[in-house]
C-alpha cells in the first residue's frame, strides 16, 4: 500500500485565496482525521471522519474551515478565505476502526505544507 | 482529558539507551498508552503502544507501573537517525479525540 497520500506537499497563496487540500487514506481505513502543525500550537486535531461521517469537527478554527468526506477513499479540507495566520503543515492520518478495547493507531501522510502570505 | 507530561527535550550519545519518561496522572481506567516518533518534515509514526507491564517490539520497549500513572518509552542503542520528537497520548476509542491529541512531546537529540 502507498500510504496516505495528501496533496499538494506545498502550496504557496496569497491572503483571500481558497486552499484544498486533498487526501486519500489508506485503502480498507474507515476513520480519517485532520490535523494542523505549527511551531507555536503543536499538532492540533481539527476533524475526525468515521465512515465517512464527520464525528468530531471541534477542533476546526472556524467557519473558514470546512472538510469534507465523499466516499471512504478521498477527502478535502477547505480553507476559503486564507489567512496569513492559516500557515501550518497540514497532516492527514487514517485507521481501521474496529470498535472493542484500545486506542486508535493512526498512519500519517507526508503532510501538505500551506503558505498564505 | 488525560493530560500528558513529558520532557520538553532530551539529549544523548549515540549507542546510549535512552528512556523518555510521560506522566499520565489521571488516566482512566480503560485508557491506552500510546507513543509516536515524528522526523522533521515528516508525519508522525506509530511506534509502540500498551496497557500494562511491558510491551516489546523490534523499535522500542515500553514500561508502564502497576499504577499506570507513568510510562516510559526505552529505545536501546540509539543511532543518529533516532534523533527525532516522541509523543505519548493517553486514551481509548471511547474517549474520541482524546486518544488523538498530541501533545508538546520531547525532542531527542542524538550526538555523535
Known amino acids: 500500500d502507498a500510504g496516505v497520500i495528501q496533496s499538494p506537499r506545498h502550496e504557496v497563496t496569497e491572503m483571500g485565496q481558497e486552499v484544498t487540500l486533498r487526501c486519500k487514506p489508506i485503502s480498507g481505513h474507515n476513520s480519517l482525521f485532520w490535523y494542523r502543525q505549527t511551531m507555536m500550537r503543536g499538532l492540533e486535531l481539527l476533524i475526525y471522519?468515521?465512515?465517512?461521517?464527520?464525528?468530531?469537527d471541534s477542533g476546526m478554527p472556524e467557519d473558514r474551515f470546512s472538510a469534507k468526506m465523499p466516499n471512504a477513499s478521498f477527502s478535502t479540507l477547505k480553507i476559503q478565505p486564507s489567512e496569513p495566520r492559516d500557515s501550518a503543515v497540514y497532516f492527514c492520518?487514517?485507521?481501521?476502526?474496529?470498535?472493542?478495547?484500545?486506542?486508535?493507531?493512526?498512519?500519517f501522510g507526508a503532510g501538505s505544507r500551506l503558505t498564505v502570505l | 482529558l488525560a493530560k500528558t507530561t513529558q520532557p520538553i527535550s532530551m539529549d544523548s550519545y549515540e549507542g546510549q539507551e535512552v528512556n523518555i519518561t510521560c506522566s499520565h496522572n489521571?488516566?482512566?481506567?480503560?485508557?491506552?498508552i500510546t507513543w509516536y516518533q515524528q522526523f522533521p518534515s515528516q508525519g508522525p509514526r506509530f511506534i509502540i503502544q500498551?496497557?500494562?507491564t511491558k510491551v516489546t517490539n523490534e523499535v522500542a520497549s515500553l514500561f508502564i507501573p502497576a499504577d499506570r500513572k507513568s510510562s516510559t518509552l526505552s529505545l536501546p542503542r540509539v543511532s543518529l537517525s533516532d534523533t527525532a520528537v516522541y509523543y505519548c497520548l493517553v486514551g481509548d476509542k471511547e474517549s474520541g479525540a482524546n486518544n488523538l491529541f498530541f501533545g508538546t512531546g520531547t525532542r531527542l537529540t542524538v550526538i555523535p
Open positions: 489521571n488516566i482512566a481506567t480503560n485508557d491506552y
Open positions: 471522519f468515521n465512515n465517512n461521517v464527520p464525528i468530531d
Open positions: 492520518a487514517s485507521t481501521l476502526d474496529v470498535g472493542g478495547a484500545g486506542a486508535n493507531v493512526l498512519t
Open positions: 500498551g496497557y500494562k
